[in-house]
């Protein structure tokens, strides 16, 4: 067995506050509801695109700041220091300029078009399909592996509490498949609603557990000065197997170019994942989208202090032990709530977690059933489809894509979804160049720009593969990697993207020399600047309620 007692008052409190949001879940589906009820992409999909700015940071903080997050961030910390883990605050402060000024113009040009995806936009801007559906495909493939890993951020919560045993898998993943089944009934009746009103229970509870405990565990334990020093001792002791230091408590020179080109590279991608695109058209107004990239911030300033409870987790001597026996990361922070607060508070930060994978993972799984939907139900295989068959294909491939995920993590090595999600991050930023640039030019030509994006994949993939874990040498074994011909290491997701751009950029030469026909760009200049009071946007609101399927498939 797995020598664990269970937590019976934190378990009570993660169940109360886990039937909560999920009553709230359900009732989501009365919440600003069109009077036709849920029947169209805009509606199930986007939540009416009508939320303010308060819901809007409530659910992209919440899409964007994932249980994984919680629980990834201070577990690298803890086994590997500042490199792997602090990365992630100077990525998320980049990432909302990047928001202010790109999501903005996506916003209006996508409300004039009645596009629900960037796929759409991509489709339109170019007049093609098959740069659509690369663009679909690549967000589909990238989000699966990470819907897996909110799992893993309630398998931990679940493991700590003492569910679970080594020898009865069945009984361990129980309490997870019923978790799952919940949030995927909530979601298909209350489509992005539901994670929209969740959000803002789970980020509440979020606030309050990592606040308390960077105020009340320094204090436990001597001070912010002894938690530093137990870190540093901890991270500059060598590795038996490597023969090199455990981690890095202060990236040195060497450490440079893999810590900026991780926190620009993971910048320059988040917001081309579908979930984050549709937290961006679910707001009803352009000065929304600025707005939030202004106080986003906030959520940094937390993910900061929860980054360094993984170095006071090193100072309490946390032992994050799995069913097996073995050290697994991930559960230093539920472990450190448990071991340090009374039971009911741990519980509370325990939901937090819990309910914290599953407000990402509903608008992952919506997200990514409206790129099939779009961009490869209608564009391919039905082309007059109306909106209420979206709307319900959408909610069926939903279900599927949660099925999906569910069976990474029940079926597979934890492993498997993490090399994965690395992949869905190398692969996700090669469609910023089509997106982006489509933004603000129409200079590339689609078919050049399809080139560098296949380029792209298959680079970041090979070069992904070849990365050798220093203890196992398994193959993925990081996400860091020099640079062709030299000894420079950066993200890979980096140079493949700089391997894309180039290659877009020659073919488009080539092509417009050799005068290829270009495709029709339905979009207008003054599509990129509208808001909610342009009159094209307020007329397709008022008359159809957005109702009307995004017009015809990019390319008859």
């Known amino acids: 067995m797995n020598g664990r007692e269970i937590n019976w008052i934190a378990l009570i409190v993660v169940i109360v506050l886990f039937v909560v949001v999920a009553v709230m879940g359900f009732l989501a589906a009365r919440w600003r509801k069109a009077d036709d009820g849920l029947h169209s992409l805009d509606e199930w999909g986007l939540g009416g695109r009508g939320f303010g700015t308060w819901i809007t940071w409530f659910l992209l903080g919440g899409d964007l700041y994932t249980a994984y997050t919680f629980v990834a961030v201070p ?27 790109i999501m903005s113009r996506l916003w209006s040009v996508s409300h004039r078009h009645g596009y629900v995806t960037s796929a759409d936009f991509v489709g339109g801007r170019y007049g093609s399909r098959w740069l659509s ?17 909110q799992l893993v951020g309630i398998k931990a919560v679940l493991t700590v509490l003492g569910l679970g045993s080594s020898e009865n898998m069945l009984l361990t993943d129980l309490p997870l498949i019923l978790a799952f089944v919940v949030l995927a009934a909530y979601t298909y009746t209350s ?14 509870l ?18 912010w000065d002894t938690i530093f020093g137990a870190a540093e001792t901890k991270l500059g002791t060598v590795n038996q197997a490597t023969g090199k230091p455990a981690g890095v408590f202060i990236p040195g020179g060497a450490n440079y170019s893999a810590y900026w080109s991780l926190a620009l590279g993971s910048a320059l991608a988040l917001f081309m994942y579908p979930h984050s695109v549709t937290g961006v058209l679910a707001s009803k107004g352009r000065n929304t989208i600025r707005r939030n990239a202004a106080i986003l911030p906030l959520y940094s300033l937390m993910l900061g202090f929860l980054a360094l409870l993984g170095y006071v987790a090193i100072k309490a001597g946390t032992k994050p032990t799995d069913l097996d026996g073995s050290v697994n990361p991930q559960l230093v922070v539920p472990q450190l709530f448990l071991d340090h607060f009374p039971a009911w508070f741990a519980g509370v930060a325990l939901a937090a977690i819990a309910i914290g994978a599953l407000v990402p993972a509903a608008i992952m799984s919506i997200a990514a059933a409206n790129l099939f939907t ?12 109306d909106a209420k068959t979206e709307a319900s294909v959408s909610k069926i491939v939903s279900l599927v894509v949660k099925v999906g995920a569910l069976i990474f993590v029940v079926a597979m090595d934890q492993t498997t979804a993490i090399n994965l ?85 020659v073919l488009t030469l080539v092509l417009r020399a050799l005068k290829v026909p270009e495709g029709q760009d339905k979009t207008r200049p003054s599509d990129y600047g509208a808001d909610e009071t342009d009159p094209k946007v307020a007329e397709i609101e008022r008359t159809h309620r957005f109702v009307e399927p995004g017009g015809a498939p990019p390319v008859p």
């Open 75 to 101: 577990a690298a910390m803890w086994a590997t220091g500042a490199v792997t883990g602090f990365f992630a605050v100077p990525y998320t402060i980049v990432l909302y300029p990047i928001i202010f000024i």
């Open 133 to 149: 559906l690369a663009v679909a495909v690549t967000g589909i493939v990238a989000t699966m592996p990470y819907i897996a890993l």
């Open 191 to 204: 489509g992005l609603r539901a994670p929209a009103m969740i959000a803002v229970v789970k980020d509440l």
């Open 206 to 223: 979020i606030y309050l557990s990592v606040i308390v405990a960077v105020i009340y565990l320094p204090i436990k334990f001597g001070g």
């Open 374 to 385: 779009r961009n490869v139900y209608r564009d391919f295989i039905r082309p007059d489809v």
């Open 421 to 505: 999600q690395l992949l869905g991050g190398i692969w996700i930023l090669q469609t910023f160049p089509a997106v982006v640039a489509g933004l603000y030019t129409r200079w590339f030509d689609r078919w050049a720009l399809l080139a560098g994006w296949a380029v792209g994949i298959a680079f970041g993939t090979v070069s992904a593969y070849n990365v050798l874990n220093p203890v196992t040498h398994a193959h993925f074994g990081g996400s860091v990697a020099p640079i062709p011909g030299t000894d420079f290491s950066v993200y890979i997701a980096i140079t493949a993207f700089a391997l894309n751009l180039i290659v877009a950029a």
